[in-house]
């Protein structure tokens, strides 16, 4: 990975997007591709407090993506999302860093047996091993997912 080093007398903050791509279980064709700016929570920016302050130990990293049922529209002070009733619908991320601009997009794909039958409203970008774990979330109207769909969310955190 090249390093990019940018001049700046302050630090910047952090904005996000999310895409999620929606393909045919079957054929693998792209059905429907849905992209929202995200809101990047206060904890978020807590974490990379502790970063940059060599507290390497005190913070965790992104590990997953999560749906959720919660329909209250999102805050910086949120702290987590609504479970669906059987628990945390979740998927671990893999990370794909880009230089211009900097930025990491965190990958998860929920698969044809993955989180079906219910009607979800909401994502989150979740930490492991700290709590509050939520970074990102979004809210967004009602989706259900059947087994004859993939969801691939890519989820987009940029320096700026």
């Known amino acids: 990975m ?4 940018v001049k700046s007398d302050k630090i910047c903050g952090f904005y996000g997007t999310l895409e ?8 693998g064709k792209v059905v429907e ?14 974490q990379a407090v502790y970063l940059v302050g060599g507290e390497l130990l005190a ?24 479970n669906p009733p059987g628990g945390e619908e979740s998927k671990a991320v893999t ?12 990958t998860a794909t929920f698969g044809a047996d993955d989180a079906n039958g219910v009607a979800y409203t909401e994502a989150g970008l979740l930490f492991a091993g700290v709590s509050p774990s939520l970074a990102a979330r979004r809210v967004f ?9 993939v969801w691939t969310f890519n989820w987009t955190l940029r320096w700026v």
């Open 20 to 27: 999620l791509v929606v393909t045919e279980a079957a054929t």
């Open 2 to 5: 090249e390093k990019v080093f």
């Open 59 to 82: 913070i965790g990293y992104i590990d997953r993506v999560a749906l959720g049922v919660g329909s209250v529209a999102a805050t910086v002070a949120d702290e987590s999302i609504t």
């Open 33 to 46: 591709t849905k992209t929202w700016d995200n809101l990047v929570v206060t904890n978020l920016n807590n």
């Open 95 to 106: 990370a794909t860093f880009g230089s211009s601009p900097v930025s990491v997009t965190f």
């Open 141 to 149: 109207g009602t989706m259900t997912k059947s087994n004859l769909f």
